[in-house]
């Protein structure tokens, strides 16, 4: 039976590769025409010198929301110039008569839906695929981050770039100066697309030079426009980033894992590292990396887990962040044979290189590797980590990409006991093909996965694909899994095994010609597992009803019914009580709904709510919501909370979750932050205290301050206390 179903499976893959289409891209007839500047370039804010009153001026942009059939009605004019050194842009941005600036804060990376902001996004390859995105909120907080898929932003990259703002009650003047040698691009060529994004949410209004659907992101590099150089871009220069760290930490343990009270001495210890930046070329970038530390990455938002499997939490460690599309965006959100947060997650990193970009036209590469340390404490042996991906252009955006991903065992009998937990070896190889016609109507990708552990042998492919249909009025979507029992992933995110999968979702819209309602329609969505004698095990079929207000407000309603046969013991409480048994067949009926609040008021929230059944004839209430307000731009609150009231027969009983996440972002300017997060998690007996201060003296150089105490719950005593000082500075050569 699973060949059957695995034919079919190849057949529907070849039938989704079929669909191509070799459109030109649409926005190609607009265009900017950048000259070389004429007279030094201040960044000011101020449009004062002859090269912006000389430069082409993009303006009279299309409105992208609430409509995208008329022109913005808030004027916007962008200018570019460059010189040896750097790309220069200028945009005025003018703003409607009343109603003060809507930002959240000076930080950095903020939420695009809560800023009034000005974006540019740069197709620097031509590929419409992969790019980098530039931008600031109306007081001057940057954003950057780097392009993947045609139309996403990885907002985690960071690297050196100049920009300053001028602000009056008529506009504001957004004036960057981007270094070459700062982002990639493809050599000899004298065009790249451009496109210019700017949302204000007093007038609830987005807009683009290059027209855009509504339906789709300005950030689409498939609707860019193109810019017009006058002559080739400037030789690439060879440059050398070096980022060292010093690091000095107090930490002290005051309980064990079993919550059983000890009186361990303080530790105080001192951590230098390295890590570099090699420009190969215009496009291709080597990053190293020695002894390297994570400290000051901020801590993830905790949730309550009732689920049966292992959550997904995403990666912030810059070193794995640039191309990471690369490696991370293999696979779906469910089966992903790379998961980058694997490398490093109970040892030390001793050292790593990373090689990724672009060869040449057609050519992308990615190549790492990197070496863990052994830990006795985790009965761990040191590991290697090795991964090559390289990806062919086909057509316009389409694309396919071979890769290989390798843990293996270096035994050191001499720290860690020859029994160790884990294989010696896991090896994956496969291939991605990528759909995405220009015309962004359809998309999908599909993968083939083959594992290597050792006795694991036969049934150990993994092949998944998806397919998607989207216009104005009607999404229609479609995805299937197949994972054998043996498929190993180990330096990946495969929750399960042994299944088949299949998941549809049709999604219809209206748009009423007046009114408070912008949009509003249902969606019917349906995931169906079966094991491999393609008897059913789980399903789950959902009808939502979405309703989208013209002040950027939704409320949606929803009715799910859920059915389980559970393949192996659950405890439905997730706190270790007695398992479900294996084979026990629950269903239950769900109903709920979200409410999203308009973004551009200084309090925010939103507000989630499911009543229904639960395992074993149980019942589930869920109850979460998030409340912000802002003092703007210095200050920003966020409240967020989750209840969870599970009602089971004995022995479980009835359990009560309270997870409490309060979050205080302080920016005393542009480059000094402070956060505070404290959570309260009741399922995992946790309360975890975080607070860092980051002053960012050089552009991408900082000195950090972080401080985290983590508490048990009733009664309440500390587990563990640290505090890090680490200062950073960037140097190029």
């Not at 959902?542 to 009715?559: E, F, M, N, P, Q």
Request: charged fraction near 20%; charge should be positive; glycine fraction near 6%.
């Amino acid at each position: 039976m699973l060949k059957n179903i695995t034919r079919v499976g190849i057949l529907l893959s070849i039938l989704h590769c079929s669909l191509i289409s070799v459109a030109q891209k649409k926005n190609a007839h607009i265009q900017y025409h950048i000259h070389k500047a004429v007279d030094p370039i201040i960044v000011d804010g101020k449009m004062e010198e002859l090269s912006w009153k000389t430069a082409e001026v993009a303006k009279d942009f299309g409105m992208v929301l609430p409509m995208d059939t008329s022109i913005s009605n808030l004027p916007t004019q962008v200018r570019m110039t460059y010189d040896a050194k750097n790309i220069y842009i200028l945009a005025i941005c003018y703003k409607p008569s009343k109603g003060k600036d809507m930002v959240e804060s000076l930080k950095r990376d903020w939420n695009f839906g809560k800023n009034d902001n000005f974006i540019v996004f740069m197709d620097t390859y031509g590929d419409l695929t992969n790019g980098f995105a530039f931008g600031s909120n109306a007081v001057g907080a940057q954003w950057d981050g780097t392009m993947y898929d045609g139309g996403s932003v990885d907002l985690n990259w960071d690297n050196k770039w100049v920009s300053e703002i001028t602000n009056d009650d008529k506009k504001y003047v957004w004036e960057a100066a981007i270094p070459f040698k700062s982002i990639r691009y493809k050599k000899g060529i004298k065009e790249w697309g451009i496109n210019f994004s700017r949302n204000d949410l007093k007038t609830t209004e987005k807009s683009s030079w290059a027209p855009m659907p509504r339906n789709f992101p300005t950030a689409s590099l498939s609707y860019t426009g193109n810019l017009v150089w006058d002559q080739e871009l400037p030789n690439h220069e060879n440059n050398i980033s070096f980022i060292p760290y010093f690091k000095t930490n107090y930490s002290r343990n005051f309980a064990n894992s079993d919550g059983s009270k000890i009186n361990t001495p303080s530790a105080i210890g001192n951590e230098y590292g390295l890590d570099a930046k090699v420009s190969l070329s215009s496009s291709l970038n080597l990053d190293l990396t020695l002894n390297p530390d994570f400290s000051q990455v901020e801590v993830d938002r905790q949730v309550t887990d009732l689920s049966r499997f292992e959550l997904f939490f995403p990666e912030k460690r810059q070193f794995f962040l640039e191309n990471a599309d690369l490696f991370s965006n293999l696979g779906f959100a469910s089966v992903r044979p790379f998961f980058s947060r694997r490398i490093g997650l109970n040892t030390n990193i001793d050292f790593g290189a990373r090689m990724s970009g672009q060869i040449n036209k057609e050519w992308r590469i990615g190549i790492m590797d990197m070496k863990t340390a052994a830990s006795i404490d985790n009965n761990t042996i040191a590991q290697n980590y090795s991964t090559l991906a390289l990806q062919r252009k086909l057509f316009k955006k389409s694309s396919i990409e071979l890769f290989y991903i390798d843990k293996t065992g270096i035994e050191n009998k001499s720290s860690v006991d020859t029994v160790h937990s884990g294989n010696s070896y896991n090896r994956n190889i496969g291939f991605e093909y990528l759909i995405a016609p220009s015309n962004n109507k359809w998309s999908g990708k599909t993968i083939f996965i083959k594992s290597f552990t050792p006795n694991k042998t036969g049934n150990d492919f993994l092949t998944a694909s998806s397919l998607q249909y989207n216009t104005r009025n009607l999404i229609v979507a479609w995805q299937h899994e197949i994972v054998g029992n043996n498929y190993n992933a180990e330096v990946g995110y495969v929750p399960r095994n042994n299944y088949i999968k299949f998941a549809p979702t049709i999604t219809k819209l209206f748009f009423p010609k007046s009114g408070n309602i912008l949009s509003h329609g249902p969606q019917l969505s349906a995931t169906y597992y079966y094991n491999n004698n393609f008897v059913g095990t789980d399903n789950t079929k959902a009808l939502t009803y979405l309703i989208t207000y013209r002040d950027k407000s939704t409320l949606s309603g929803v009715v799910q019914n859920d059915y389980v046969e559970l393949l192996a013991p659950f405890d439905p409480t997730r706190i270790g009580k007695t398992p479900l048994g294996v084979h026990t067949k629950h269903e239950w009926n769900t109903t709920g709904f979200d409410w999203i609040s308009a973004p551009q008021h200084q309090t925010t929230f939103s507000l989630s709510t499911r009543l229904g059944g639960y395992y074993a004839n149980g019942n589930l209430v869920s109850v979460s919501g998030d409340i912000g307000y802002r003092i703007q731009p210095f200050i920003n609150i966020d409240f967020a909370a989750t209840y969870n009231k599970i009602s089971l027969p004995q022995p479980w009983g009835e359990n009560n979750f309270l997870l409490l996440g309060p979050k205080m972002d302080v920016t005393f300017t542009n480059k000094i932050f402070f956060t505070a997060f404290y959570q309260y998690n009741e399922q995992t007996k946790n309360i975890n205290f975080n607070t860092r201060f980051q002053w960012r003296y050089k552009p991408v150089s900082d000195l950090f301050i972080v401080y985290t105490d983590n508490y048990y719950i009733g009664p309440v005593f500390i587990k563990n206390r640290a505090v890090v000082l680490k200062f950073t500075y960037w140097w190029n050569k």
